[in-house]
């Protein structure tokens, strides 16, 4: 498999339900981010992993909680989620950088969120 | 805070016709721009990415070009095909693994 790839494509849950996404990159890069995009809204940035350590958190409730086990793989824990976060949720990964230069990112296909 | 706009939200022009896309951000501190496009109910595919350094950069019938001091990127396209009916998304780099997003243009071409 070459890329960004998103399990599950699509997740119903309960407001009570604990679920899990995985995003795993192929590309050999050292970041990986998750952004949500809701309907009408902008891909708002959530969570940044850069090296594996955390760079970036957006404000994020504490319902949704990211894990990078190691540079290719980015988990996004839900729990107790509400119907507002039904949503496309996008991985992301790019090169990574310890200096002040962006590189170039990749997506995922996403993952369509729906909380009932 | 950053924000970037994208203009028209929407458009929809014959087959053949060459288009430009506009985006415009109002912080021109940034390390790089990137325009996506997106399908419906898909992820993200790059198309180009311009690093602060440059003016533009081209992939085939595509042509980006970034004017940082004015806040402006436009992206045209030559020669539209049906297939190129998509979202098309523009992102600024804000800090080293940050990008911030337009709400996108959709675009429609009409065989």
């Known amino acids: 498999e070459t890329g960004v790839t998103q399990t599950p494509r699509h997740l119903v849950m309960g407001m009570t339900n604990k679920k899990s996404l995985k995003c795993e990159q192929h590309l050999g890069h050292n970041a990986m981010y998750w952004y949500k995009q809701s309907a009408k809204k902008p891909l708002e940035l959530m969570f940044v992993y850069n090296f594996k350590e955390q760079t970036e958190n957006n404000s994020v409730p504490s319902r949704f909680s990211p894990e990078c086990p190691n540079s290719s793989h980015l988990f996004l824990h839900l729990h107790t989620l509400q119907p507002e976060d039904s949503a496309l949720y996008l991985c992301a990964s790019s090169q990574g950088s310890r200096g002040a230069q962006g590189t170039e990112a990749f997506f995922g296909q996403g993952t369509r969120l729906t909380v009932v | 805070k950053q924000e970037v706009t994208q203009i028209p939200a929407a458009l929809s022009v014959p087959e053949g016709e060459n288009l430009v896309l506009n985006c415009s951000f109002t912080d021109s501190a940034i390390y790089n721009l990137q325009w996506f496009r997106q399908d419906p109910g898909k992820g993200l595919t790059s198309l180009l990415l311009?690093?602060?350094?440059?003016r533009e950069q081209t992939s085939g019938r595509l042509n980006a070009s970034l004017d940082k001091s004015s806040g402006r990127s436009t992206l045209y396209i030559a020669a539209s095909q049906p297939g190129d009916s998509a979202t098309y998304l523009c992102a600024v780099g804000q800090g080293a693994q940050k990008l911030v997003f337009g709400q996108g243009t959709r675009l429609t071409i009409n065989p």
């Open positions: 311009i690093q602060s350094s440059q």
